[in-house]
T-cell receptor, first 115, second 112 residues
Framework: DAGVTQSPTHLIKTRGQHVTLRCSPI?????VSWYQQVLGQGPQFIFQ???????GRGNFPDRFSARQFPNYSSELNVNALLLGDSALYLCASRPGTRLLLYGYTFGSGTRLTVV | GIQVEQSPPDLILQEGANSTLRCNFS?????LQWFHQNPWGQLINLFYIPSGTKQNGRLSATTVATERYSLLYISSSQTTDSGVYFCAVERIWDNYGQNFVFGPGTRLSVLP
């Protein structure tokens, strides 16, 4: 079974540009979350989507947005990139059942460098 | 918001040694997960352990939710155990909304 897949794996952008990161969850997983991990720190929560609706948002500016598609894949968009947006962006999925019997499975991440 | 602390921040072991990593959290949580992040950035799920004890090979974990801590035990460490170990706790704000709060991690180096 394929795990959580993210694309691209690496990306270099210039300040002020826009970026779109993509995530395909494990088949059957309806909940997708995005995290930002700055070098040397733990991941920070950005968004959670379940059944195509935003269910949670972390403390990030409005330059960050996301959406989930009918096939449960997801995109994270960042506008007006800043140097401080350089980080590893991680996507995670889980079945999304109420019983919460399962933990999250993370993808390998997209490493974004803003120059 | 909830605070997560991990100790020690750094740990250097000789191959074959045992170790215990600790995670403390400031409030009641719904769930807790331990991850290992390898040098390529991949977060590998080790344990999903809201309470109790679980074992998987050389690794085991114990969570005492009432006392707000969890422990990760690594026995007979190997060089491939090197990396950063994260504890993440989960708060649920409705039936479907979930959010993991990660600790700062413990960086483990196992020397041959």
């Amino acid at each position: 079974d394929a795990g959580v897949t993210q694309s691209p794996t690496h990306l270099i952008k210039t300040r002020g540009q826009h970026v779109t990161l993509r995530c395909s969850p494990i088949s059957g997983h309806k909940s997708v979350s995005w995290y930002q991990q700055v070098l040397g720190q733990g991941p920070q929560f950005i968004f959670q989507y379940y059944e195509k609706e935003e269910r949670g948002r972390g403390n990030f500016p409005d330059r960050f947005s996301a959406r989930q598609f009918p096939n449960y894949s997801s995109e994270l968009n960042v506008n007006a990139l800043l140097l401080g947006d350089s980080a590893l962006y991680l996507c995670a999925s889980r079945p999304g059942t109420r019983l919460l019997l399962y933990g999250y499975t993370f993808g390998s991440g997209t490493r974004l460098t803003v120059v | 918001g909830i605070q997560v602390e991990q100790s020690p921040p750094d740990l250097i072991l000789q191959e074959g040694a045992n170790s215990t990593l600790r995670c403390n959290f400031s409030d009641s949580v719904n769930n807790l997960q331990w991850f290992h992040q390898n040098p390529w950035g991949q977060l590998i799920n080790l344990f999903y352990i809201p309470s109790g004890t679980k074992q998987n090979g050389r690794l085991s974990a114990t969570t005492v939710a009432t006392e707000r801590y969890s422990l990760l035990y690594i026995s007979s460490s190997q060089t491939t155990d090197s990396g950063v170990y994260f504890c993440a706790v989960e708060r649920i704000w409705d039936n479907y909304g979930q959010n993991f709060v990660f600790g700062p991690g413990t960086r483990l180096s196992v020397l041959p």
